[in-house]
């Protein structure tokens, strides 16, 4: 059984079919040319469900959760699902484009700014371009640990489901954890 890092199955981008955006989350060439069979530390979504078979977890679901980090000063405030807030978020990560769906239509996020790496998009929050970032229980961790002063608000199961291995679909019930 040939297992992969996550960045091999998940493309950011289809250049040779005019893509330039890969918001559906399919997976990319490796995975379609059966270069392997499953990939590790990928978190399971709606979206990749589509053309994906999931593992149980092998991360406790309850603690992969996403929400926003915000100033200390503003988390008994900070309304629900960030209405009306300006909210940072990172380009590539599998929580991305079910937060955008949400993000103005369903949530009434004021303004989304994404960025492509970590770096830029906490450098927002810090400089107070956004009133939050929106992000997972892992990333959050390790930034606010970091840097006193954040607190992180509304952590919610709604968008991902742990951390499990994705396999093709013929290979799903293959590893046992």
Not at 29 to 44: D, E, P, V, Y
Request: glycine share 8%; aromatic share 12%; net charge positive.
């Amino acid at each position: 059984m040939a297992i992969v890092p996550w960045q091999s199955v998940w493309p950011r981008n289809f250049t040779q079919f005019n893509e330039k955006n890969n918001a559906r989350a399919y997976p990319g060439q490796g995975s379609n040319l059966k270069w392997f069979h499953c990939t590790s530390g990928t978190r399971n979504t709606i979206a990749r469900q589509q053309s994906t078979a999931f593992t149980n977890p092998y991360s406790d679901p309850a603690k992969d959760t996403t929400g926003f980090v915000v100033p200390d000063a503003n988390k008994g405030t900070f309304p629900t699902n960030g209405k009306g807030k300006k909210v940072g978020v990172l380009s590539a990560q599998a929580f991305t484009e079910p937060f955008l769906a949400r993000a103005a239509a369903t949530w009434g996020i004021s303004k989304v700014e994404k960025r492509d790496t970590a770096a830029a998009v906490w450098a927002l929050l810090k400089a107070k371009t956004v009133d939050a970032v929106f992000t997972g229980f892992p990333e959050q961790k390790v930034w606010t640990a970091a840097n006193p002063g954040y607190a992180y608000v509304q952590p919610s199961g709604e968008i991902v489901s742990g951390v499990a291995f994705g396999c093709r679909p013929e290979f799903g019930d293959h590893l046992k954890l």
